[in-house]
């Protein structure tokens, strides 16, 4: 089967008392049961729900995986990953990511006993003296957020099975439909599944994927016991928005390109961070784990002013200045004060989130439109 029909198709089945095409909201907390135990598979919805079930079972579908499950937010999935670790387990990073997965890691985890290290991960052997006997689990992003940097993730799966080591792999910014890092060796795929897989800003959510019956059953008893799961409304929009997912990445592909272009021929721009340049680092690898190089873009203002970046990002018109990314509509964010606001600044500037970087989310508008919008915004 191929993704558009699994989009549409994968994990659904009409409704068996009405024939209902669309997976009906189950909006109910519990379950009637014919005797204590006799039951037809549901007891509360916290550990279960039919549309929750349709939902998991066509994202890991998806990912050519085994096991899907929903959380409550990107960061609740995150969360339940680092909860399979024990005191004195450590955690090698990406240093360019997330600034949320960065706060969580920092602020949270690390009072419990887990110790994280970042560093750069486009060249593979830059983490390797990292691993030792305590080192549990390898966490990357790629592209990364907000820099774009490319990790081969076949590579760095290699390096952890040879130790022992779990692969997570955040597939946020390809999803599955230009990137699936379970084919390439990943042990857990998370994302952010209130970007590009509901992909209208309405919702939000996470999802883990797994192959790994142990894995699963481990993550579904932390979804289970500490209650980050997504209602059933949440995950009726997902179902919804995902089968246009094929659709909607094609021209979010198209038009990142057209202004990647854009962006790296004006006077006023400095640098352009897109992995679709042959002059970007690692590009190769992006050709070769991935099918497309998508729509988010980073870029740089020649002069580094963060006055001068915040008076673009008040011009613009069609490009909404807000958090977020992967919606239908452009957006465009500063992460220094929004998403990496969380990441010391000393620790933004060495991999190069400057004051004046600016992070495009490229919706599926007109391009020459978007492209006139930030030919106004830049020229003024």
Same mark, same amino acid.
């Given at each position: ?12 089945? !009409? ?48 990912? $050519? ?20 670790? $024990?005191?004195?387990?450590?955690? &090698?990073?990406? $240093?360019?990511?997330?600034? =949320? ?26 983490? #390797? !003296?990292?691993?030792? #006997? ?11 957020? !907000? ?5 081969? &993730? ?23 439909? %230009?990137?699936?890092? %379970? ?22 959510? =996470? ?6 019956? #142990? ?66 680092? $690692? ?42 990314? =992967? ?16 990441? !010391? ?28 919008? %930030? #030919? ?5």
């Amino acid at each position: 089967m191929k993704f558009g029909t699994k989009a549409i198709h994968a994990g659904i089945t !009409p409704d068996p008392s009405t024939g209902a095409i669309m997976t009906p909201i189950y909006q109910t907390s519990t379950y009637v049961q014919k005797s204590p135990g006799d039951h037809k598979g549901y007891e509360y919805s916290r550990t279960q729900n039919p549309t929750r079930d349709a939902l998991q079972a066509n994202i890991a579908a998806l990912e $050519n995986g085994k096991h899907g499950l929903c959380f409550s937010s990107g960061l609740a999935s995150i969360d339940a990953i680092i909860k399979l670790l $024990n005191p004195g387990d450590e955690v &090698i990073a990406a $240093n360019d990511l997330y600034g =949320g997965t960065y706060r969580i890691f920092r602020k949270v985890f690390e009072k419990y006993g887990i110790k994280f290290h970042f560093t750069g991960m486009h060249d593979v052997s830059e983490f #390797e !003296p990292f691993i030792n #006997e305590n080192t549990r689990l390898i966490w990357v992003e790629t592209p990364t957020n !907000p820099m774009m940097n490319i990790i081969d &993730i076949r590579r760095v799966a290699e390096i952890a099975k040879k130790n022992n080591l779990l692969l997570a792999v955040d597939n946020t910014f390809a999803t599955p439909y %230009l990137q699936t890092p %379970l084919d390439l060796g990943a042990d857990i795929v998370m994302h952010s599944v209130t970007k590009y897989l509901g992909g209208h800003s309405d919702v939000v959510m =996470g999802a883990l994927v797994v192959n790994s019956d #142990e894995l699963k059953e481990k993550l579904a008893f932390l979804q289970n016991s500490c209650g980050a799961t997504p209602g059933p409304q949440d995950c009726f929009l997902v179902l919804r928005g995902i089968k246009t997912l094929h659709l909607r990445m094609d021209r979010h592909c198209q038009n990142g390109e057209k202004i990647a272009s854009f962006l790296k021929g004006h006077p006023r721009v400095d640098k352009v961070y897109w992995p679709g340049f042959e002059d970007h680092p $690692n590009h190769q690898v992006a050709r070769e784990q991935m099918r497309g190089f998508g729509g988010m873009i980073s870029f740089t203002l020649k002069g580094d002013s963060q006055d001068e970046c915040f008076r673009i990002l008040e011009r613009f018109r069609y490009f909404s200045l807000a958090e977020s990314l =992967g919606g239908v509509e452009s957006l465009a964010n500063h992460p220094a004060t929004m998403t990496h606001a969380s990441i !010391p600044r000393e620790e933004r500037i060495k991999v190069g989130l400057l004051d004046s970087l600016i992070r495009l989310s490229v919706g599926i508008e007109d391009a020459e439109d978007l492209i006139a919008d %930030l #030919e106004q915004a830049l020229s003024n």
